[in-house]
């Protein structure tokens, strides 16, 4: 089973294209050791021809440029793409949705949830409707969750989809964003059918509910929330009022934090590695003290174009 990572960024990218922060500045001008990075989502295979999305990320036409896997080119219109499964409902995570119409009807697999603001505050469901349209899957809860139903791709026998609800917010835009609802964030453990090993893939991570403890100990690969180093950088920077937790992100630093909680997994020793990482995040520049302190923990930080075989 292969994993390509196909951005590593948050919302806005890296460089964000109105900011000049330390990190943005640097990348643009070459005086940081940074390299460029896209919005979040990644592709997962177990043949390396048929793939499922992980997140429409609204930069998923460069990705597909850029990952010639994407692309097999079988016939005149053709996509490696055979589905889409979607974290959560974030402008990051699904417009790309719309870059994807003129393809043939794509099987979406989402919570009632997310397919909800997809109807309704942010209703890109029925505008695609007038060109591909979306062929929704429900990703459903067993209960009231946190545990939900695994899923089986068609087309991608190799690899099994195991949801589970995650404590987190809805989008800014959602009409319920102070009321947050089982089913707005998902996390989702990878398995390799052969084999029995697995990626836990969970770019937003607000706090350490048993559930995910659970996932971070069975999984062989971490793949989680590197958005931000501390808890008051947006602020720190003067551009939010919004701390970390206000957004539902797990900040890397301090007691408690994803270093820590990375830590804990210990003796056990999956691979370990930060994504949809901030513009704003020291870790970005590779000369910096807080990537050194990643490494002594042995924890890696996603670049676009990754791969991981699991
Ligand atoms: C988030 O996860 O909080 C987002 O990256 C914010 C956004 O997309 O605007
Ligand atoms: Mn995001
Ligand atoms: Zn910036």
Redesign the pocket.
Known sequence: MKIIVLGSA???GFPQWNCNCHNCRGVRGGTVAATPRT??SIAVSANGTDWVLINASPDILAQIRATPALQPARAMRDTGISAVILMDA???HVTGLLMLREGRSLPLYCTPAVWNELNTSLPLAPVLSHYCGLRWQSLETIGDGPAMQPVHVPGIDGVRFRPLALSSKAP?YSSHRARPEVGDNVGLLIENVATGKSVFYA??LGALEPQVYAALRQADCVLVDG?FWSGDEMIRHGFSVKSAAD???LPQSGEGGMIAVLDSLAPRAPRKILI?I?NTNPILDKASEPRAILARHGIEVAFDGMEIVV
């Open positions: 948050a919302g806005g919005q979040s974030q402008i990051d800014p770019p937003g958005t957004m539902g992100h949809h901030n």
